[in-house]
């Protein structure tokens, strides 16, 4: 299912990168008189092929962007890491050190295993975002029901009282 899931996540994103770059064109030609419009015009272009790209080979651009996000979480965990011990004085410094670190491991761990790991990384980090957002909702609609029950039960009293 990860895997699915890369695919239609960068098919979505190359089809949003199209749509972006003909948008941007389209802006550039109203933009009559301004000194950048060729340069407007060459940044909406790129849009447009990297979208195609990702559209014709979405096994190649999840590689692609897998290794990208790889790279990153290496150098935020590594920033996270001089930051907690810039914080070291304070209480809880170890948590930016420790997620730091951890950033460090999922970086070296997609790296090992690309490129296979642009197969399943974009689809998995997808999907646990999903599974944490739709958590985020149900407790959320929870604690509004809670809410909900506690003002009407006190609205009830309140008129019994009277």
């Known amino acids: 299912m990860t895997f699915g899931l890369t695919l239609a996540s960068v098919l979505f994103f190359g089809i949003l990168l199209v749509v972006e770059g003909i948008v941007q064109l389209v802006d550039a030609f109203k933009c009559q ?81 690309w490129p296979v790991s642009g197969l399943w990384v974009i689809g998995l980090f997808v999907a646990i975002e999903l599974i944490f957002n739709g958590w985020g909702y149900v407790f959320i609609a929870l604690a509004a029901r809670k809410a909900g029950q506690a003002e009407s039960a006190g609205a009830r009293a309140s008129t019994t009282a009277a």
Do not use: C, E, N
């Not at 150098?75 to 930016?96: E, H, K, S, T």
């Open 33 to 113: 008189g301004w000194k950048s419009v060729l340069w407007h015009v060459l940044i909406a272009l790129l849009y447009v092929w990297g979208g195609i790209v990702m559209i014709i080979d979405p096994v190649l651009a999840s590689s692609v962007l897998t290794l990208m996000l790889a790279w990153i979480l290496i150098a935020v965990g590594v920033f996270r890491a001089i930051m907690a011990f810039q914080l070291r004085p304070a209480d809880g410094w170890f948590w930016p050190l420790l997620s730091g670190l951890v950033s460090i491991l999922l970086g070296a761990m997609i790296i090992a295993q």
